[in-house]
């Protein structure tokens, strides 16, 4: 547990808590960012470097950017989402969030992960990478490119302005 | 003894013939009135012949002769029935298909404007019918069956008139009084066959009435030391007094006056009200045989039957003085010779009540016929109050009805019933029991004579009070100037049988005048000769002197008090009522008789009754109405667990089925945030099963 | 406290305030916000694993975890663009209320 491992997590954290706790919607659009940011340092920090500026270029930039866009195009009457008021539907949701938590981390204590020692990171050049997705990943590659594609279209037709007939 | 002479055998016809009209008068219509009259009047003659051929017979051959036959088999015994000839038998078939047959001729005219003629004449030809196949009865079992149909008769033609709840009342009331009697005629009956295996009265030894059987009873000794010839006797005697109106079952026949007049002459004067006398007379052997026979004193059971008709003929007698309805008095005047029969019998024997009784029923039915005459002349009049002055009007009626009112008075020497009356007398004062029968007999023929002529008086003597019709007009007259208020003499067909009848009322003294007692030697099945000398002897001078004072007597009074001094109208109040009020409301309340049975009998009868109906109702009816409510409770019970339990059970189960359903429902209400909490959640909770699982 | 355990419990941590933010916040645009953060934590765990697991050298989980964020651009996308499409028929984005209007 190196130190720029514990200030990125707490970046995240941060970041991401923010996001949920938020009143104003842009606020939290912006928190996400950061926590997002955060999430490619972690992975820079464990040794991913393409996947860590992957989810930069990904999700920073067109998600997060995404999300702002859909906040503001959706402004009016609701900007004040309240935050997390205390009334007891509130309460389960946490409660469920809390206990999955706990779940999670027994099991983590009581797993192997406790155990093992700290290995030195594997060597995954970008050249592995494409050779892995053209070879043994190319079915995967092609499906996931249809998928964005029809995701594309079916985003802009679900979002189109309908025009409708005599209304 | 059985014999082959015709009539004997063919004596059934007699009573056939009437029985035989009566059957097809009930197919007929209303209107064919004079095929049901004709009918009925040609069996009637018919059985007056067949009875004149065996009255002959019985004069040439003055013996009993029955036939038996056997009629119904129980078990290994035989019921017999049968009928007879004898002189008694005769002499009571002439009379009452003779007097029939004049009241039937007389029905004609009197039913003339009623619409149920043909009902009437068939009713009565039944009633002759059931009256001859009494008369004729060898059998006690056949005598009660026609007893009783005499007795049905009766009710129905006294309720003719059935929409008058007055007739329908009397009719029920004679009935039932008569059907009390008719009780101990039946316990008699029971009881004799009981003792004695046989109801036949002769049957060659073995009859019930015959030496062997009448031994039997007299030695056989019951309870209170009384035997059962007595006894039986007794039981007997009570039927009688039922159905001859004797003290206390005589109730019913002044009422049974609401029936048509015709009905009262024929079934209330002349023979059904006989037929008491007439069974005391045929079970006679039965009434006169006692153990102490051999000293000469009669039989209890005839003691009673001498005091009964004692008290009767003096009870109804002093009743009648004070009636006011033309046709009560002649009923309580019934009542009161029917006494006087029993006295006779009672002391003197068959011979003598049997006289009186021939000699009643002619004179009887003459009144009554002119009473009739007299209601139908004065359009259905009935309150003597409300005539008088008759005899210009209706001089035929008034002449026959005088005849009648002498007869039954007993005037001296030319009358039967001086005859009659006087035969009674002279063996009520030679009985040596008592003499109180013969004072009282003596104290009832004053007071006959007194209220006879109180009613001749009333009825045809004085002024018409009814109206305002003044008395100096000529019958003529009136007629001419109001036919509704004038009195008219009745037709023909009425009038005649008057004359005949009245013509009887004087004859008929001469046949038992102790000159020549024919009829007692008839009856007795012995020679009677012509003897002036026998008028002489054995007090019989001084008896007819001082019965015939008593007879002048008696019309003296009545005349001085109501012939002198007739009252004026019909509201006057009578004259004796003015002198003694109390007394003669008592009398012409007849001694308060009905009232008393009214608040005794009845009322016990009444409680009875409702006791029988609570008993019906709610001990007998208990069970089913127990197991009604028990099955009531178990349907309820049923019900209820059905309502309660099941239906609402199987509500209940589809409520919570329901209600389930609403709150799983609420599991998909839309809200996504919901669906992911739970998500969520089972995730927790299947991780937590994962993880356990492997350590565990 | 292994590299990798604490790896999976900042993952773990992660997940459940993205979880709680799902579950519980009302605009529908921060419970696609809080999704997001799951599949993060999700491929965080993947990254840990594929670090400090033992078959260091295959790339399985760079790829996978590639192909996730993909997935969750594309998921994104069409996701907001339905809460556009919504928010123009209804012109509210609170769940709440759209599950209201939907009842």
């Known amino acids: ?167 | 003894m059985a014999s082959t002479v015709w009539i004997v055998r063919y004596l059934w016809l007699i009573p056939a013939l009437p029985l035989l009209a009566a059957g097809i008068g009930a197919l007929l219509k209303q209107g064919q009135r004079r095929f049901a009259a004709a009918l009925a009047i040609a069996s009637m003659s018919l059985s007056f012949v067949l009875a004149m051929l065996a009255f002959a017979q019985a004069l040439l051959h003055p013996e009993r002769v029955f036939l038996n036959f056997p009629w119904m088999q129980f078990g290994s015994e035989w019921v017999k029935l049968g009928w007879m000839l004898d002189p008694l038998a005769a002499v009571m078939m002439v009379m009452v298909t003779f007097v029939g047959l004049l009241i039937f001729i007389y029905s004609v005219g009197y039913m003339h404007h009623d619409e149920n003629f043909t009902r009437f004449f068939c009713f009565l030809s039944l009633f002759a019918g059931a009256m001859l196949g009494l008369l004729i009865a060898n059998s006690l079992l056949l005598l009660f069956m026609c007893w009783e149909v005499v007795g049905l008769t009766s009710y129905l033609l006294i309720g003719f008139w059935y929409e008058r709840p007055a007739a329908a009342a009397a009719a029920k009331k004679a009935f039932i009084v008569t059907r009390i009697g008719d009780l101990g005629l039946l316990l008699g009956m029971v009881w004799l066959y009981g003792q004695t295996g046989t109801l036949l009265f002769y049957d060659h030894g073995a009859g019930c009435m015959e030496h062997s059987a009448l031994s039997l009873l007299a030695t056989h000794t019951v309870s209170f030391g009384m035997a059962a010839s007595t006894g039986i006797a007794l039981l007997i005697f009570c039927g009688a007094v039922g159905k001859s109106g004797q003290l206390p079952l005589h109730v019913w026949l002044p009422d049974a006056m609401e029936g048509p007049t015709p009905v009262s002459a024929l079934i209330h004067a002349a023979t059904m009200v006989a037929a008491g006398v007439y069974l005391v007379a045929r079970v006679y052997p039965l009434m006169s045989v006692s153990p102490a026979a051999s000293t000469g004193a009669p039989s209890s059971a005839l003691e009673v039957v001498a005091w009964i008709g004692a008290l009767t003929a003096v009870f109804a007698a002093l009743v009648a003085v004070a009636q006011d309805d033309i046709k009560r008095i002649l009923a309580y005047s019934t009542i009161s010779q029917l006494g006087y029969m029993m006295i006779g019998i009672g002391v003197g024997g068959v011979a003598v009540g049997i006289f009186h009784l021939i000699a009643h029923a002619f004179f009887k039915a003459l009144l009554f016929l002119g009473a009739g005459s007299v209601i139908h002349g004065c359009m259905g009049e009935q309150d003597i109050r409300e005539m008088g002055g008759l005899r210009k009007w209706m001089p035929v009626t008034f002449a026959t009805y005088a005849v009648g009112a002498l007869a039954l008075c007993g005037f001296p020497l030319f009358f039967s019933g001086f005859w009659s009356k006087d035969a009674i007398l002279h063996a009520a004062h030679g009985w040596n029991v008592s003499q109180v029968p013969f004072y009282l007999g003596s104290v009832g023929a004053l007071l006959t004579a007194f209220y006879m002529t109180r009613q001749v008086c009333y009825v045809f003597f004085g002024t018409r009070r009814k109206g305002a019709v003044p008395d100096p007009i000529a019958p003529s007259e009136a007629a001419a100037s109001d036919p509704l208020e004038a009195a008219h003499e009745s037709p023909t067909t009425m009038t005649a049988p008057l004359v005949l009848l009245a013509l009887f009322a004087v004859v008929l003294g001469f046949i038992g005048t102790p000159a020549w007692p024919w009829l007692q030697g008839f009856l007795e099945m012995r020679h009677a000769s012509w003897d002036f000398r026998q008028l002489a002897e054995d007090g019989l001078p001084q008896l007819m002197l001082a019965s015939s004072l008593l007879v002048f007597a008696g019309l003296g009074l009545g005349w001085w008090i109501y012939g002198r001094r007739p009252i004026k109208h019909a509201a006057d109040p009578d004259t004796l009522e003015r002198l003694q009020p109390a007394i003669f409301h008592a009398l012409h309340q007849g001694l308060y008789v009905d009232q008393f049975y009214a608040l005794t009998i009845q009322r016990l009868a009444w409680w009875a009754a409702s006791f029988a109906n609570w008993l019906e109702r709610w001990v007998w009816n208990g069970l089913p109405l127990a197991l009604a409510a028990l099955i009531q409770g178990l349907g309820w019970m049923d019900f209820s667990l059905d309502r309660w339990v099941v239906n609402k059970g199987f509500d209940e189960g589809c409520n919570s089925v329901a209600g389930s359903g609403r709150l799983l429902s609420r599991l998909q209400d839309g809200s996504i945030q919901n669906y992911l909490r739970l998500v969520g959640a089972a995730l927790a909770v299947l991780a937590l099963f994962l993880l356990l699982g492997r350590r565990g | 406290m292994t590299p990798l355990a604490g790896c999976l419990l900042v993952a773990s941590m992660l997940f459940a305030v993205g979880l709680a933010g799902a579950l519980t916040r009302r605009n529908a645009i921060l419970v696609l916000v809080g999704i997001e953060l799951m599949l993060n934590a999700a491929n965080l765990n993947f990254v840990a694993f594929w670090r400090f697991g033992p078959h260091a050298g295959a790339v399985t989980g760079m790829v996978f975890v590639l192909f996730s964020i993909g997935v969750a651009a594309a998921e994104a996308a069409v996701g907001l663009a339905l809460i556009l499409a919504v928010y123009r028929h209804t012109k509210t984005t609170d769940l709440r209320q759209l599950i209201r209007r939907r009842q």
């Not at chain 1, 104003?24 to 860590?52: I, S, T």
């Not at chain 1, 981390?105 to 060597?123: E, K, L, N, Y």
């Open chain 1, 1 to 167: 547990m190196s130190v720029p491992f514990l200030i990125l997590a707490a970046v995240t954290l941060v970041g991401a808590c923010a996001a949920m706790l938020f009143r104003g919607l842009v606020h939290c659009a912006l928190a996400l960012a950061v926590a997002f940011a955060g999430f490619g340092a972690l992975y820079l920090n464990l040794g991913a470097q393409f996947l860590g500026l992957a989810q930069l270029l990904v999700y920073v930039g067109a998600i997060a950017v995404l999300i702002v866009f859909v906040v503001l195009l959706t402004r009016g009457g609701d900007n004040d989402s309240p935050p997390l008021s205390p009334a007891p539907r509130q309460f389960t949701g946490i409660l469920v969030a809390t206990a999955i938590f706990a779940i999670l981390a027994w099991a983590i204590f009581h797993s192997f992960a406790i155990r093992t020692p700290g290995i030195p990171a594997p060597q995954a050049t970008i050249r592995q990478l494409g050779a892995a997705l053209m070879e043994s990943y190319a079915l995967p590659l092609e499906v996931i490119g249809l998928m964005l594609t029809a995701a594309l279209i079916g985003a802009i037709i679900v979002a189109m302005k309908e025009k409708l007939g005599p209304q």
